[in-house]
């Protein structure tokens, strides 16, 4: 029996199958970047619900794992040397899993590292910027007279959605072939048309190769199926 009671967080939620890579997450655009990455690989794992609306992510247990207290983290067993893995940032989870499974990342120098600056790209650009949109938009910034703020998030959300949607053009997916880029990219895109409501405002419908392969991401079992996780 794998023993993780080293590990502070398994006293908050206790691990029903210790040997599995235990996932502490939500359903959010960061968070199902993990859960898909999961389903698309088939490693087994166990998922954890941390509720924002109990201020879990604060807790003392989740920020032993995740120091910038933020979802999604892992705690993986069966890590490097047959070790226990601790890790956050959804980034950083991606690039561990695709290289512990040897999916969804090329082996090819030049294609492994075009897969990486794409991911960075979301990490750097995307998830930051469509953040911002949905707080001005959708979330308290609603509120807020002044408008400049949100323009500056939907102006900057459009250039990335261009730079993206010029990218795809004559290309199935962000790199050769389906990656962890693309796990990382379309969930956001996803967020910042459904759950912002922001498809107007940002002129959504304009990007037409960007909507081609957000169409063909959603089609996929393992992302529908990562998309409710954890329930």
């Known amino acids: 029996m794998t023993d993780l009671s080293a590990f502070p967080i398994t006293r908050k939620w206790p691990a029903?199958?210790?040997?599995?890579?235990?996932?502490?997450?939500?359903?959010?655009?960061?968070?199902?970047?993990?859960?898909?990455?999961?389903e698309e690989i088939g490693l087994?794992?166990?998922?954890?619900?941390?509720?924002?609306?109990?201020?879990?992510?604060?807790?003392?247990?989740?920020?032993?794992?995740?120091?910038?207290?933020?979802?999604?983290?892992?705690?993986?067993?069966?890590?490097?040397?047959g070790q226990p893995l601790p890790l956050f940032e959804s980034g950083a989870i991606l690039q561990y899993l695709a290289e512990k499974?040897?999916?969804?990342?090329?082996?090819?120098?030049?294609?492994r590292y075009q897969t990486l600056q794409w991911l960075m790209f979301q990490m750097g650009g995307i998830g930051p910027m469509f953040g911002q949109v949905g707080f001005f938009h959708f979330f308290a910034g609603k509120d807020f007279e002044d408008k400049r703020p949100r323009d500056r998030y939907v102006n900057e959300s459009k250039r990335l959605l261009g730079v993206l949607d010029r990218h795809l053009k004559g290309r199935e997916w962000m790199v050769d072939e389906y990656s962890i880029a693309d796990i990382a990219i379309f969930p956001w895109v996803r967020n910042l048309v459904e759950r912002y409501n922001a498809r107007e405002l940002i002129g959504f419908d304009a990007f037409k190769e960007v909507?081609?392969?957000?169409?063909?991401?959603?089609?996929?079992?393992?992302?529908?199926?990562?998309?409710?996780?954890?329930?």
């Open 16 to 38: 029903k199958h210790p040997e599995r890579l235990q996932l502490y997450s939500l359903p959010t655009p960061n968070g199902v970047k993990v859960s898909i990455m999961l």
């Open 44 to 81: 087994a794992y166990e998922a954890h619900k941390v509720s924002f609306d109990n201020d879990d992510q604060l807790s003392p247990a989740f920020i032993s794992l995740s120091a910038n207290n933020k979802i999604p983290a892992i705690l993986d067993p069966n890590g490097p040397g």
């Open 101 to 111: 499974s040897g999916q969804l990342l090329s082996q090819d120098p030049a294609q």
């Open 211 to 231: 909507q081609r392969v957000l169409a063909a991401f959603l089609e996929r079992p393992a992302v529908q199926r990562g998309l409710k996780i954890p329930a």
